[in-house]
């Protein structure tokens, strides 16, 4: 029963250098998210999916790549590392969208 | 932007005290949902209160949630340690999308 799982958990990484985060999802839920976490923002949504092949622009998409070839994955790249991206990404899953997000236990991204 | 705005930001009480926990929000909602967050873990969903509802309860949590001022509250009832943690405000509106607030920190003396 793995539920949310993100990997890897720390990353470390230069400027200009491309990342990708993996979520995976054992629930079989349709919806899945991507926030990420700074001090004084809260979570801000980045992208989100309803389904395979669905995906649309959260509050602050600028920088980074989704893509949801199947449901249970929902991979997040950033296409060329700045500083400013630099924070913890967590990644949620929900069944129908507008009810319990659960989420994962977040990456720590360090950009250099 | 944020839709939920908590106050106070930081709590501090004694442990077994009542720990009350307000959230303020701008536009319409389907509902309002609160999370915890661990140091260092991911959020939990602790209790969701839909938009034609008053009053929730789970345990020791009681969420009220007034419609006409926009605004919600969490009451932590004989806290504990354990209740150490960041609590997040999250509304959901007909997007399917969530807009969490900046969290209010507790913290649990023993």
């Known amino acids: 029963d793995a539920g949310i799982t993100q990997s890897p958990r720390y990353k470390i990484t230069e400027t200009g250098r491309q990342v990708t985060l993996m979520c995976h999802q054992t629930w079989s839920h349709s919806y899945m998210f991507w926030y990420r976490q700074d001090l004084g923002h809260g979570l801000r949504l980045i992208y989100y999916?309803?389904?395979?092949?669905?995906?649309d622009k959260g509050e602050v998409p600028d920088g980074y790549v989704v893509s949801r070839s199947k449901t249970e994955n929902f991979p997040l790249t950033l296409e060329s590392a700045t500083r400013s991206q630099t924070s913890v990404y967590f990644c949620a899953s929900s069944l129908t969208g507008l009810e319990t997000q659960y989420f994962g236990p977040g990456t720590r991204l360090l950009v250099l | 932007s944020q839709q939920g705005e908590e106050d106070p930001q930081a709590l501090s009480i004694q442990e077994g005290e009542n720990a009350t926990m307000n959230c303020s929000y701008k536009?319409?909602?389907?509902?309002l949902q609160w999370y915890r967050q661990n140091s260092g873990r991911g959020l939990v969903h602790l209790i969701l209160?839909?938009?034609?509802?008053r009053e929730k309860h789970s345990g020791r949590l009681r969420v009220t949630l007034d419609t006409s001022k926009k605004s919600s509250s969490l009451l932590i009832t004989a806290s504990r340690a354990a209740d150490t943690a960041s609590y997040f405000c999250?509304?959901?509106?007909?997007?399917?999308?969530?807009?969490f607030g900046a969290g209010t920190t507790v913290t649990v003396r023993a």
């Open positions: 999916s309803a389904a395979a092949d669905i995906t």
């Open positions: 536009t319409s909602i389907n509902n």
């Open positions: 209160i839909r938009s034609n509802e």
């Open positions: 999250a509304t959901g509106s007909n997007d399917y999308k969530l807009s």
